[in-house]
């Protein structure tokens, strides 16, 4: 719990959590456009299927940082008071064979990779024509 408060930056446990949560998800905002970046060189279906993969990620990561705290609200105590967050985690780690760290590290990780996953999945499923080569 001090770990959360520390992390909170002067906003308490539950500012900890938040910001546990907001950093992964900004760094998968990063990494994905790093994987699928505009160019104007492309062809416009592709540009297309790259933002269509940004958007995604970058909306699934809100929701899951959002809903990661809203979980652990749920999952132990009600609530996010310092016993709620901590038998939330708790609760969510005994799920994984741990405890809190265990619940923390799922809460930080899950919604992050499903994002990622989620992005670069909607990005592949994207419409594109075929391209015909035609042998000289």
Do not use: C
Not at 5 to 29: E, S, Y
Not at 64 to 80: D, I, M, Q, R, Y
Not at 81 to 86: K, Q, R
Not at 116 to 136: A, D, E, F, N, T
């Amino acid at each position: 719990m001090k770990g959360l408060k520390t992390a909170g930056f002067g906003t308490g446990v539950t500012g900890g959590l938040v910001a546990l949560t907001t950093v992964p998800a900004i760094a998968a905002n990063l990494a994905i456009r790093k994987a699928l970046p505009d160019d104007a060189m492309l062809p416009e279906t592709e540009r297309h299927a790259r933002k269509v993969g940004r958007d995604t990620t970058t909306i699934a990561s809100v929701a899951g940082a959002a809903g990661s705290v809203g979980f652990v609200a749920a999952a132990g105590v009600p609530g996010l008071s310092a016993v709620g967050i901590s038998t939330g985690l708790a609760e969510i780690g005994a799920v994984f064979g741990g405890g809190m760290v265990a619940g923390t590290a799922a809460v930080v990780a899950i919604p992050v990779l499903l994002a990622l996953g989620l992005g670069l999945l909607v990005y592949h499923l994207q419409p594109r024509p075929s391209v015909v080569v035609k042998r000289i």
